[in-house]
């Protein structure tokens, strides 16, 4: 122990004891997340450029939802959600992950249904009842918002806080940003055996970072006098978190130049290793390469809050379970949607300017490829950890100062729970 001040000491109610493991491992506490913290809050669920034109749409199958949803692009160019039920005798109105359409034909009974959800064909309408009206029977809306071009959904009809609201406290300031100019998008998905919380945990703490990424990353993030591999900083909102994390400029994954200027092969390639060799060239290939020019693009001043000179990314964790990691030259969007108490769906992506060099595109598959080994070097890790949690071995997880946006996730969404419990318990007690 040391008397240095620790982020620990600005989020005092958070408290420092350990965490408990039975949230990672019980399929009760599963169901609680679902009914209190999924069911009410926002979900990020895609990019507006996956509905470019007036009728394409998109359907997400969302576990912690128990739904299927439609997410389409009406005629007037809005975005709506609905549940991909049919009003009739519900079947699902759209199989398709993805699609263009004019309406949502059901194709059991051939129900169709305008964009923006509303009835508009019955076949042999007049069998049904007196007073049956086409009007009363739409598809059944789902809160939908946009974010920065990221769309959200809410399954709370009303739901408490618009999504401005939820999003402003931490991420107002990342306005700006120039997400809609990142057009070239790769991705993976991933069905990973842990619980999703689990998941997450491992892509907001770097203390892992020397180990698990030993052999691939390690030397991309700044290390300190010691040798520690610790975030600039950290911040915990009252449900959001984001972390500061400052790179090492002499190697391609850490520089935050990177195709775009100042970045040279000499600074990382300057040794026999054939991997460096290879990240060398990658940079050196990459530089001026991008369609766009990012270094007139003014980065928001919310980002690299500590102007730290080194600041390479920061990951924000936008509650519950969307991670955006923003650089000066792409971002991250990753989900870690959960399926069970102990099955996550990864779905990774990110974005990058379009380039308009070879060399600029062989930058950018080095880094695809680079990206894809770091993950499974995270994912692997995560299915032993969630085995080992579950033979009970350990009730308790400990933590360090650094690890402060674990136990931030852990006390927020326990704090939901509890106050879900809480209020249902009351509801009953005044029946
Ligand atoms: S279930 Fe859709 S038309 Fe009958
Ligand atoms: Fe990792």
Request: aromatic content about 12%; hydrophobic content about 40%.
């Amino acid at each position: 122990m040391t008397d240095k001040a620790r982020l620990h000491d600005r989020y005092p109610e958070l408290g420092r004891c350990n965490l408990p493991v039975a949230p990672y491992i019980d399929p009760s506490y599963w169901e609680a997340e679902k009914k209190y913290l999924f069911k009410k809050t926002w979900l990020h669920i895609g990019r507006v450029e996956e509905l470019p034109r007036k009728g394409s749409y998109m359907v997400r199958d969302i576990a912690a939802l128990d739904a299927s949803i439609v997410i389409a692009r009406d005629r007037s160019g809005q975005i709506n959600a609905f549940h991909n039920v049919c009003s009739h005798r519900l079947n699902k109105v759209a199989y398709e992950p993805y699609g263009t359409t004019r309406k949502f034909f059901c194709k059991f009974h051939g129900w169709a249904y305008d964009l923006d959800g509303s009835l508009s064909g019955v076949p042999d309408e007049k069998s049904f009842m007196d007073g049956f009206d086409k009007a009363c029977h739409g598809l059944s809306k789902v809160s939908c918002d946009v974010w920065q071009g990221f769309i959200f959904i809410n399954m709370d009809p009303e739901p408490a806080q618009t999504l401005a609201e939820f999003m402003e406290p931490m991420y107002g300031g990342l306005d700006g940003y120039p997400f809609e100019k990142f057009t070239a998008c790769y991705g993976w998905t991933a069905v990973v055996d842990c619980n999703w919380k689990l998941a997450l945990d491992a892509f907001q703490e770097t203390y892992h970072v020397g180990y698990v990424h030993g052999r691939s990353i390690a030397d991309s993030l700044e290390k300190d006098e010691e040798g520690n591999l610790h975030p600039i900083d950290g911040l915990c909102g009252d449900v959001h978190r984001r972390l500061s994390i400052a790179g090492n400029p002499n190697t391609v994954y850490g520089n935050p130049q990177a195709a775009t200027s100042g970045a040279t092969e000499s600074s990382v390639s300057g040794s026999a290793d054939i991997g460096k060799r290879i990240a060398g060239k990658a940079l050196a290939a990459g530089a001026g390469g991008t369609k766009i020019d990012l270094s007139k693009v003014k980065l928001p001043e919310a980002l690299n809050w500590t102007n730290h000179p080194h600041w390479a990314f920061d990951i924000n964790v936008v509650f519950p379970d969307f991670y955006l990691s923003c650089r000066p030259n792409y971002f991250q969007a990753y989900n870690f949607r959960p399926i069970a108490h102990n099955k996550t769906l990864f779905e990774a992506r990110v974005y990058y300017p379009e380039m308009k060099t070879a060399g600029g595109r062989f930058y950018q598959e080095y880094m695809k490829v680079t990206l894809r080994d770091v993950l499974l070097e995270d994912l692997g890790t995560l299915e032993m950890t969630q085995s080992a949690a579950e033979t009970g071995a350990k009730k308790e997880m400990v933590i360090n100062d650094f690890e402060l946006m674990v136990r931030h996730q852990a006390v927020v969404v326990d704090r939901i729970i509890n106050d879900g419990l809480a209020a249902d318990a009351a509801a009953q007690a005044a029946e």
